[in-house]
């Protein structure tokens, strides 16, 4: 198994750019993540989906958009980019609900310049 | 919604020595509190986990205690190696919500010195 794969890595967008980072897991999770980590700080939980065609807001939502049409892809679309948004965001996924270990993908470093 | 506020900031220890980081949060309603290691450029790997209704868990030289009446938590590392140097965060999760719906405190920068 791969696990949580994320592309891409590292990106460089210009301000009012849109991209979108993907994000695949072959564990056959229902619960997927997406969290940025700002420097020098925890991480923070843009979105969540709960299983396919079910999406909600975490703590910091504005600025993205998420959709979930299949189990095992979950990809983070980035509108008109800010500096703000400058980060490493992070994909997760858990089975259930109630499965505590969150399974990270490697991180995708997105600068906005 | 929930805060976790975590201290210190940065932990500095001679390698042998006990590490100890402290985390409060403000929802009473919160039942799950993990940790996870974080080492340079790589993702967060959970350490160890507890939930409400433990006072304290161990795993060999890592153990979380749990304080619901004071609302915190505290994550104990013993005989500390240079490998156990990285990056530490607590999270709590709270009732009725997904365990992955994590709220994070804001890390602590352990140094093991050789």
């Known amino acids: 198994n791969a696990g949580v794969t994320q592309t891409p890595k590292f990106r460089i967008l210009k301000i009012g750019q849109s991209m979108t980072l993907q994000c695949t897991q072959d564990?056959?999770?229902?619960?997927m993540y997406w969290y940025r980590q700002d420097p020098g700080m925890g991480l923070k939980l843009i979105y969540y989906s709960v299983g396919a065609g079910i999406t909600d807001k975490g703590e910091v939502p504005n600025g993205y958009n998420v959709s979930r049409s299949t189990t095992e892809d979950f990809p983070l679309r980035l509108e008109l980019a800010a500096p703000s948004q400058t980060s490493v965001y992070f994909c997760?996924?858990?089975?259930?609900?109630?499965?505590?270990?969150?399974?990270f993908g490697e991180g995708s470093r997105l600068t906005v310049l | 919604g929930e805060n976790v506020e975590q201290h210190p900031s940065t932990l500095s220890v001679q390698e042998g020595d006990s590490a100890v980081i402290k985390c409060t949060y403000s929802?009473?309603?919160?039942?799950?509190f993990p940790w996870y290691k974080q080492e340079l450029g790589k993702r967060p790997q959970l350490i160890i986990d507890?939930?409400?209704?433990?006072g304290e868990k161990k795993d060999q030289r890592i153990a979380v205690t749990l304080n619901k009446t004071a609302k915190h938590f505290s994550l104990h590392i013993t005989e500390t190696q240079p490998e156990d140097s990285a990056v530490y965060f607590c999270a709590a999760s709270g009732r009725g919500t997904s365990y992955g719906k994590l709220t994070f405190g804001q890390g602590t920068i352990l140094t093991v010195h050789p």
């Open positions: 564990m056959n999770h229902n619960y």
């Open positions: 929802d009473s309603a919160s039942n799950y």
């Open positions: 507890i939930r409400s209704n433990v």
């Open positions: 997760a996924s858990t089975q259930t609900q109630n499965t505590g270990e969150l399974f």
